[in-house]
């Protein structure tokens, strides 16, 4: 009668450590997805994009472009952690140069906005600084980590703006449409 108890007990023993093994190994591999998912879904948008003359008279005047920049993680499964993203910012092709910004936690349901500021001399870009409405182009890239995932990563967004109103005419970069205010 104890060998019977003794199989039993063995293979229901059996049994729980295979079922605790299994459960295991697809929780890791949730996690780990859902790791890779944040980090790979990071995008840029531009809320807000503005310019202004500061000093001189035309054809050499100087101008300052103000543009804010949301960092979404699209999965909002987990935060993910952003190295210094460096910025480079063009206008109608012509570039303005490129800001190194602090590293951030954009955590779930949530995002990072910084403010990038470049400065331009009319006389080199007169078509580019005088027209009214005009297409800024972004890219970031930066070492983005969640969980046990990291990899270096580059996200890119387009838009025009119309600097008399410093409102958005289009934005041709990715918005699913779920967002909310960071």
Not at 89 to 100: C, F, H, R, S
Request: proline residues 4%; charged residues 10%; contains cysteine.
């Amino acid at each position: 009668m104890n060998a019977g108890i003794f199989r039993l007990t063995r293979r229901l023993s059996i049994t729980i450590l295979l079922v605790a093994i299994i459960a295991g190994a697809v929780l890791v591999y949730v996690y780990y997805s859902m790791s890779v998912a944040s980090v790979t879904s990071v995008t840029i948008d531009e809320v807000l994009a503005d310019r202004n003359f500061v000093s001189g008279a035309y054809p050499n005047r100087n101008a300052t472009f103000i543009i804010e920049v949301q960092v979404w993680s699209n999965a909002q499964a987990l935060s993910v952690r952003l190295g210094n993203p460096i910025f480079l910012a063009n206008v109608d092709g012509v570039p303005l140069g490129n800001e190194t910004l602090d590293g951030g936690t954009i955590l779930p349901r949530s995002c990072l906005t910084y403010n990038l500021r470049f400065n331009i001399n009319e006389s080199k870009n007169v078509g580019t600084i005088s027209g009214n409405g005009n297409n800024v182009f972004l890219a970031m890239t930066t070492f983005a980590q969640s969980g046990p995932y990291s990899q270096t990563i580059s996200a890119s967004n387009g838009a025009t703006w119309n600097w008399t109103t410093a409102t958005l005419i289009v934005n041709s970069g990715f918005d699913p449409g779920f967002k909310t205010p960071c």
